[in-house]
């Protein structure tokens, strides 16, 4: 059994698995990312992924609109990493087919960028999120993209396009008009002496470790205060950017903390 996700869709296909009782490997391929599950007379046993195996790697390919597979026979898995039966397995499919439709409504695109909410939404009560959904909420900057997001925290596409979507349900980010784009990311033109793409992020962050996820919108806005753009901002203007960023920081002992760490990056960096 092989074919592809234009003839037919990974959901169909991993219910052809369970109900006719397939034995074998199901390979799962989308450009370079490979998924594998196992299976034992239509009992999902083992799956791997990039993200790692188990339960997560028989969902994490559920969001390919694009691919192939192919089914191989007589290849025991090495482990056994799925415990639950097939009819819980396909029933939780089910269920999050449906949610994925919905989250699709918000973020059509692995590049839709989303960026902290600025309006009031009359919020009085406290919000309470994980130490992986801060993961996210930390990278949200307005100009990354999700599956860019997804990849910087080593999380499943699935996983972090549902917990923005549960942010943006709870009001705290909102897309950024224009920037939902259903291509592929282009990346900018090279702009000599320019900050090289992820030193914006490790900003953000050590911001966002004194003054929390309004950070990414600090940034942006010292960023636009200073005439520049993130994509092409010269390494020359970096420590006037740092200084900037840190007189957005009330506690002196808080901005101490900062700058601390900045520095230590611009060393990395080999900014003198």
């Known amino acids: 059994m092989q074919g592809t996700f234009a003839q037919i869709s990974l959901t169909d296909v991993l219910q052809l698995c369970i109900l006719a009782k397939k034995s074998g490997f199901l390979k799962l391929s989308q450009g370079k990312e490979t998924v594998e599950i196992y299976f034992a007379k239509g009992d999902a046993v083992h799956a791997t992924c990039p993200f790692g195996d188990g339960e997560k790697a028989f969902f994490y390919p559920l969001t390919w609109t694009e691919g192939s597979f192919v089914l191989l026979k007589d290849s025991p898995p090495s482990s056994q990493t799925i415990s639950r039966s097939s009819a819980e397995l396909l029933s939780e499919l089910m269920t999050v087919s449906q949610e994925w439709e919905q989250i699709r409504e918000v ?129 020359s203007r970096l420590v006037e950017l740092i200084e900037s960023v840190s007189q957005q920081i009330p506690d002196k002992r808080l901005k101490a903390r900062f700058q601390q760490k900045m520095t230590e990056e611009l060393r990395a960096l080999k900014m003198p």
């Open 107 to 235: 973020i059509p695109s692995e590049n839709s960028v989303f960026r902290i909410a600025e309006g009031d939404n009359h919020r009085s009560d406290p919000i309470t999120i994980s130490a992986e959904q801060w993961r996210i909420l930390a990278r949200i900057n307005g100009a990354r993209g999700v599956k860019s997001i997804a990849e910087a925290v080593r999380l499943p596409y699935f996983e972090t396009a549902k917990t923005i979507y549960g942010f943006h349900r709870e009001g705290l980010v909102e897309p950024v008009p224009g920037l939902a784009k259903a291509g592929p990311e282009v990346a900018p033109k090279a702009v000599p002496d320019a900050v090289p793409p992820g030193f914006f992020d490790r900003i953000v962050h050590g911001l966002a470790e004194v003054s929390g996820p309004i950070a990414s919108v600090v940034v942006s806005d010292q960023i636009a205060a200073l005439g520049g753009k993130a994509e092409a901002f010269p390494k």
